[in-house]
C-alpha cells in the first residue's frame, strides 16, 4: 500500500506556526501537513451537551483547520443507540455555532455502519477476529491477568456461526461479543484483543432497526477517519496508549492511516468532566439540567456570565501543549474580564442593611445631580446621573477605614475632609459619620476611595 501523504516528511509548503502572543499558548506543526491538503475532525457522541473540554477539542480542530487552510469534518460518533439522542445533536451542532466554528462537512459514522459490518466480516475470515461469549466481568478479569479466551481458538465457520447470531440479534447473539486477536501478552492492556462489535437490541435514532450490532469507537473510528480522508486525528494524551491500537485497525483492515497529533486534556480545579457523572447530576435532579450555571457545560458557563470570545480566549492560551496541567477557574474569569471590561458600563450601588450615613455640614442645593461617564474609558457608552445630598451613604466595610481629620475621595465628585467617626461600643460597628465639603483639594494619590 503507498505511504500516506501525512505521513511523509514536514513539506516546506506547510505554514509555518506564529510565535505566539502574549495571552495564546503554543501550536505544534501538524507532521507532513501540507496547505490546502490539511483534513481533521471533531466527533463528538451526543449523549449530552458540550462541556468546556469538548470546546478545547472543538477549537483546536479549528485552528488548525484555518491555519493550514485545510478542512475541518464535523461528525457525530453514534455507535451506541443507548446514548445517541437527536435532542442533544441540535445541541450540539448550536454549541458549535456559538464557538463560531463552521465545519467544512458533517457526518456519522452511522453512515459507514455497511461497510464497517463487511471489515469486521473480512477480519474473522482472516482470522484477526473471534466472537467471544466469556462473561464481561471474567473477561475483564481474563485481560487484566492476560489470560486468553476458550473461543480465542475456534476456526472461522465457528465464528462466522456465532457472528450470524450477533447480527440476527438472537438472544444468544446478545450474550456475544466481537474481538480483534491482537497480543493477550502485550503489556498495553489495549492490546489484549479488544471489543469491536457488541449487540444491542435498542432503535438507532439514523438507522432505526436496521442493526443488531454496532461498533465500538476504537474499531470504527480508525476505518472512519480513514475514508473521510482525516489526514490528522488530534486527540488528548491520555489516549496516547490507544494510538498502537488504532494502527493496527488500519492495517487489519488494509486502510490509510491518518496522522495521530496528541494534546493536553483540559483539566479545572473543583471540576467534573466526566460525562457520566454530569448526566448522574442532571438525571438526579441535583442540578438545573444541562444549562446550569453550576453546570461546566458551555451553555452553562454562558449562563454564568462567561462570554463566547473570553472562552476562545482562554483555550488559545493553552495552545496544543501535552503538558498537563490543572487549570483555576480564576484564569477563565481574568480572560473573560478582558473581553467585557472595555464593553461594560460602570454602576454602583450600596446595600442599605448595611450602610452607613454620612452627614455633611454643608449646603448641598436640592435635587443637584452629578453627571458621570458609564465607562471612565468609553464616552460612546454614555452617562448616567448621581443625586447629590447631605446625606450620603456608604458601605460598612469602607466606613470602618475611615478615619477623623482626613481626606476620604467619593468617587466621581471629589475630597471630603472627615469630622468624626461615631461607632458602636459592643459591635465595633460604625454608626455615624460626619464630613464637610474639601472639592477644591485635588490631590486623590493618597486618599482613600468609597463608593
Given at each position: 500500500?503507498?505511504k500516506?501523504?501525512?505521513?511523509?516528511?514536514?513539506?516546506?509548503t506547510?505554514?509555518?506556526?506564529?510565535?505566539?502572543?502574549?495571552?495564546?499558548?503554543?501550536y505544534?506543526?501538524?507532521?507532513?501537513?501540507?496547505?490546502?491538503?490539511?483534513?481533521v475532525?471533531?466527533?463528538p457522541?451526543?449523549?449530552?451537551?458540550?462541556?468546556?473540554?469538548?470546546?478545547?477539542?472543538?477549537?483546536?480542530?479549528?485552528?488548525?483547520?484555518?491555519?493550514?487552510?485545510?478542512?475541518?469534518?464535523?461528525?457525530?460518533?453514534?455507535?451506541?443507540?443507548?446514548?445517541e439522542?437527536?435532542?442533544f445533536?441540535?445541541?450540539?451542532?448550536?454549541?458549535?455555532?456559538?464557538?463560531?466554528?463552521?465545519?467544512?462537512?458533517?457526518?456519522?459514522?452511522?453512515?459507514?455502519f455497511?461497510?464497517?459490518?463487511?471489515?469486521?466480516?473480512?477480519?474473522?475470515?482472516?482470522?484477526?477476529?473471534?466472537?467471544?461469549?466469556?462473561?464481561?466481568?471474567?473477561?475483564?478479569?481474563?485481560r487484566?491477568?492476560?489470560?486468553?479466551?476458550?473461543?480465542?481458538?475456534?476456526?472461522?465457520?465457528?465464528?462466522?456461526?456465532?457472528?450470524?447470531?450477533?447480527?440476527?440479534g438472537?438472544?444468544?447473539?446478545l450474550?456475544?461479543?466481537?474481538?480483534?486477536?491482537?497480543?493477550?501478552?502485550?503489556?498495553?492492556?489495549?492490546?489484549?484483543?479488544?471489543?469491536?462489535y457488541?449487540?444491542?437490541?435498542?432503535?438507532?435514532?439514523?438507522?432505526?432497526?436496521?442493526?443488531?450490532?454496532?461498533?465500538?469507537?476504537?474499531f470504527?473510528?480508525?476505518?472512519?477517519?480513514?475514508?473521510?480522508?482525516?489526514?490528522?486525528?488530534?486527540?488528548?494524551s491520555?489516549?496516547?496508549?490507544?494510538?498502537?491500537?488504532?494502527?493496527?485497525f488500519?492495517?487489519?483492515?488494509?486502510?490509510?492511516k491518518?496522522?495521530?497529533?496528541?494534546?493536553?486534556?483540559?483539566?479545572?480545579?473543583?471540576?467534573v468532566?466526566?460525562?457520566?457523572?454530569?448526566?448522574?447530576?442532571?438525571?438526579?435532579?441535583?442540578?438545573?439540567?444541562?444549562?446550569?450555571p453550576?453546570?461546566?457545560?458551555?451553555?452553562?458557563?454562558?449562563?454564568?456570565?462567561?462570554?463566547?470570545?473570553?472562552?476562545?480566549?482562554?483555550?488559545?492560551?493553552?495552545?496544543s501543549?501535552?503538558?498537563?496541567?490543572?487549570?483555576?477557574?480564576?484564569?477563565?474569569?481574568?480572560f473573560?474580564?478582558?473581553?467585557?471590561?472595555?464593553?461594560?458600563?460602570?454602576?454602583?450601588?450600596?446595600e442599605?442593611?448595611?450602610?452607613?450615613?454620612?452627614?455633611?455640614?454643608?449646603?448641598?442645593?436640592?435635587?443637584?445631580?452629578?453627571?458621570?461617564?458609564?465607562?471612565?474609558k468609553?464616552?460612546?457608552?454614555?452617562?448616567?446621573?448621581?443625586?447629590?445630598?447631605?446625606?450620603?451613604?456608604?458601605?460598612?466595610?469602607?466606613?470602618?477605614?475611615i478615619?477623623?481629620?482626613?481626606?476620604?475621595t467619593?468617587?466621581n465628585?471629589?475630597?471630603?475632609?472627615?469630622?468624626?467617626?461615631?461607632?458602636?461600643?459592643?459591635?465595633?460597628?460604625?454608626?455615624?459619620?460626619?464630613?464637610?465639603?474639601?472639592?477644591?483639594?485635588?490631590?486623590?494619590?493618597?486618599?482613600?476611595?468609597?463608593?
Amino acid at each position: 500500500m503507498a505511504k500516506d501523504k501525512a505521513n511523509s516528511s514536514t513539506s516546506a509548503t506547510a505554514p509555518q506556526v506564529k510565535s505566539p502572543t502574549r495571552d495564546e499558548g503554543k501550536y505544534f506543526e501538524l507532521v507532513g501537513a501540507k496547505e490546502g491538503e490539511v483534513v481533521v475532525r471533531f466527533p463528538p457522541e451526543a449523549s449530552g451537551f458540550l462541556h468546556i473540554g469538548h470546546a478545547k477539542a472543538a477549537l483546536l480542530n479549528a485552528h488548525y483547520q484555518r491555519l493550514y487552510k485545510g478542512r475541518l469534518v464535523f461528525r457525530f460518533d453514534d455507535t451506541n443507540p443507548e446514548k445517541e439522542k437527536e435532542s442533544f445533536e441540535k445541541i450540539i451542532e448550536g454549541d458549535v455555532e456559538l464557538l463560531e466554528i463552521k465545519p467544512d462537512h458533517k457526518s456519522y459514522t452511522s453512515d459507514h455502519f455497511a461497510d464497517l459490518l463487511k471489515k469486521a466480516e473480512e477480519m474473522i475470515k482472516n482470522g484477526k477476529a473471534y466472537v467471544d461469549d466469556t462473561p464481561p466481568e471474567q473477561m475483564k478479569a481474563d485481560r487484566e491477568a492476560r489470560v486468553e479466551s476458550k473461543n480465542r481458538s475456534n476456526d472461522v465457520a465457528k465464528n462466522l456461526a456465532m457472528w450470524k447470531e450477533m447480527v440476527d440479534g438472537s438472544e444468544l447473539g446478545l450474550t456475544y461479543c466481537l474481538r480483534a486477536k491482537v497480543d493477550m501478552t502485550s503489556d498495553n492492556g489495549c492490546m489484549r484483543d479488544p471489543t469491536i462489535y457488541r449487540c444491542k437490541p435498542q432503535e438507532h435514532p439514523r438507522t432505526g432497526n436496521t442493526y443488531k450490532v454496532y461498533p465500538t469507537y476504537d474499531f470504527a473510528c480508525p476505518y472512519v477517519d480513514s475514508v473521510e480522508g482525516i489526514t490528522h486525528a488530534l486527540r488528548t494524551s491520555e489516549y496516547m496508549d490507544r494510538d498502537v491500537q488504532y494502527y493496527w485497525f488500519c492495517d487489519a483492515m488494509g486502510i490509510r492511516k491518518p496522522q495521530i497529533a496528541a494534546y493536553s486534556r483540559l483539566n479545572l480545579m473543583n471540576t467534573v468532566l466526566s460525562k457520566r457523572k454530569l448526566t448522574y447530576f442532571v438525571q438526579e435532579g441535583i442540578v438545573d439540567g444541562w444549562d446550569d450555571p453550576r453546570m461546566p457545560t458551555v451553555r452553562g458557563i454562558l449562563r454564568r456570565g462567561l462570554t463566547v470570545e473570553g472562552l476562545k480566549l482562554f483555550i488559545a492560551s493553552q495552545g496544543s501543549s501535552k503538558a498537563v496541567v490543572v487549570m483555576e477557574w480564576d484564569k477563565i474569569w481574568a480572560f473573560n474580564r478582558k473581553v467585557i471590561d472595555p464593553l461594560a458600563a460602570r454602576y454602583s450601588a450600596v446595600e442599605l442593611a448595611d450602610a452607613v450615613r454620612v452627614q455633611l455640614e454643608d449646603e448641598v442645593p436640592a435635587g443637584q445631580v452629578l453627571t458621570v461617564a458609564l465607562h471612565p474609558k468609553n464616552a460612546q457608552l454614555g452617562s448616567r446621573e448621581v443625586p447629590l445630598g447631605r446625606q450620603l451613604l456608604i458601605d460598612q466595610t469602607d466606613a470602618q477605614l475611615i478615619l477623623p481629620d482626613t481626606n476620604v475621595t467619593f468617587i466621581n465628585w471629589g475630597n471630603v475632609n472627615i469630622v468624626s467617626v461615631e461607632k458602636d461600643a459592643p459591635s465595633g460597628l460604625v454608626t455615624a459619620i460626619k464630613g464637610r465639603l474639601n472639592l477644591d483639594n485635588k490631590d486623590f494619590k493618597k486618599t482613600l476611595k468609597v463608593t
